[in-house]
């Protein structure tokens, strides 16, 4: 139980937190038609500049449209959003997104390799850490 959206819940005036195990395949189907029919806002990416890079390559490789920050996804269509959040469209997001292959993947590591901590030289300003 979360506790936390309970409490929130319960000092808004007209919203009703709903305590679901959303985990079964039936309850899973029901989040997303409740979702499409109260036009609920689908955050498409964790809201990270990474996560938005990652998620836009995949989905221009997907033919799907770009995020545009501020453009606020709604769910809209039941069927069609199981199928986007299916456990192999996430496998294949996650096998593309970390790729050697990608461009994105080789600079994001070269950036890392950049970062790390310099132990031996005990300089605050090279242990970025």
Known sequence: ??????????????????IYDWQTDGMTQRKYQINADESFYKQEYCGCSYSLRDSNAFRKEQGIPEIVIGGGGVYHDPEADAEEESLENVASFFDHAHSEGTEEWREAKKAMKQRRKDAKSGSDAQNNW
Do not use: F, R
């Open 1 to 18: 139980m979360n506790q936390s959206g309970i409490t929130a819940a319960q000092g808004t005036e007209g919203v009703e937190y709903l």
